[in-house]
């Protein structure tokens, strides 16, 4: 393919050279003699200045040349004497490709606010910061595959339609073709499933880590990369009810070849969007500066760069969960009564105002909280020797909290067993899953990265809703 976007154009700055640039204008500004048209393909940040001469074109052409407008500029490439680029098209030819009505178009060349903008998420992509995260999200999914194939991964897709509950947690979308107002019903009047489409009750997959389990258990390191789905009724700007997991999976890992994974993972990620993605961040560096100026200054965040190497060059705290509830019920915020949810101690489920204080005032880095109580956690981790804590790890990150999940899993299959009674898993739909730890059961762990989470914290962006192009929250799922 011939290199002409915009990206290349900026980047190969070939004075002289005739060309001809396709793009959406995003802004027209100059004078009765000359028009500064700022063109976009979406290759990068950086506009392309098409200086057209009136002279050169009739009104007929300029009047076209509007805000959204999707154009072809022919001309020769020249220095530019403006500041910011090193070169602009002088044009000798504009051909306009689709209007765009400039009192019908929505994205008109000033601040819309963020809300506004998930309205209109068909064109919000057409705005520099949109853009800028989604080209940073392109990114990252390819350094994700980057950072596992270098190490002997195996990429696994795990199904979307499952009939199995992953998390045991209940929260699912149910797969059904049965007809909603004439159901069929056994003779116990419960829904007759055997006559759905699978001769079973099926569900939107909430994590591959199951299936992903069973080829860690043949092929030693796996990953999977897939959207998961949650119907819980979480309305905050962390949740989705669409989103993209991240599962490792390893043979003959414990719980501390687990976090090593975990930290080295996601500062590598972090690396690699601040060697590759720069114009991007900077870019999203002044927006959130400038959203944030009005603020006092200790409510302001890190400088998004700055923030970024923070945590790629240093070692994440790692502590126990135990560790984490003494400190929380010894902190002033508690002893004053300023958690919405007091410690009481060990059993608490921590909250986020919980994590965000361990995180942003207690240790002010990325943390790593193990060995949490049983009960509050999945029915597959590894139970420890205490026989209340299991061998679970959550990662936590500022502003964010938590970005990871995983453990350490149950390869005992007793201890399994009995933990799947007490917890009303149903072990008879599970026998495929008890094999793996019947036949060459070995030690083994694994952890979820939340994708949107991670876009989230990269770009600094204060709500998930604006890291995924559609995103599906409670009563919202438009396009
Ligand atoms: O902690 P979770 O529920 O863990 C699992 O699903 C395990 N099966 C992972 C494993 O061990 N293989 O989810 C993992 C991560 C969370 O840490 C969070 O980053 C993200 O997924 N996550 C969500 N992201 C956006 N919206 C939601 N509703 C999310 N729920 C979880
Ligand atoms: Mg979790």
Redesign the pocket.
Known sequence: MKKNQIIDILESGQVGAEITVKGWVRTRRGSKNVSFIALNDGSTINNLQVVADAENFGEEILKHINTGAAIAATGKLVESTGSGQSVELQAGKIEIIGKADPDKYPIQPKRHSLEFLREVAHLRPRTATYSAIFRIRHKLIFAIHNFFNERGFYNIHTPIVTSSD??GAGEMFRVTTLPMNDLPKTEEGQIDYSEDFFGKSTNLT????LE?ELFAMAMSRIYTFGP?F?A?N?NTS????E?W?I?P?VAFFDLNDNMDLAEEFLQYLIRYALDNCMDDLQFLSKRLQEEEKNKPADQRSMELIEKLRFVADNEFVRLTYTEAIDILKNSKQNKKGKFQYPIKGFGTDLQSEHERYLVEKKFQKPLILTDYPKEIK?FYMRMNDDNKTVAAM??LFPQIG??????QREERLDVLESRMEEMNIPADEMQWYLDTRRFGGCQHA?????F??LVLFVTGMGN?RDVIPFPRTPKNCEF
């Open positions: 992953a998390e909430v994590s591959g880590q992903g998961t949650r819980e979480s962390r949740h989705l009810a989103f997991m599962e999976e999945a959550d990662v938590e970005i990871i999940g995983g453990s694994g952890f979820g990265l939340g949107e989470r998930i």
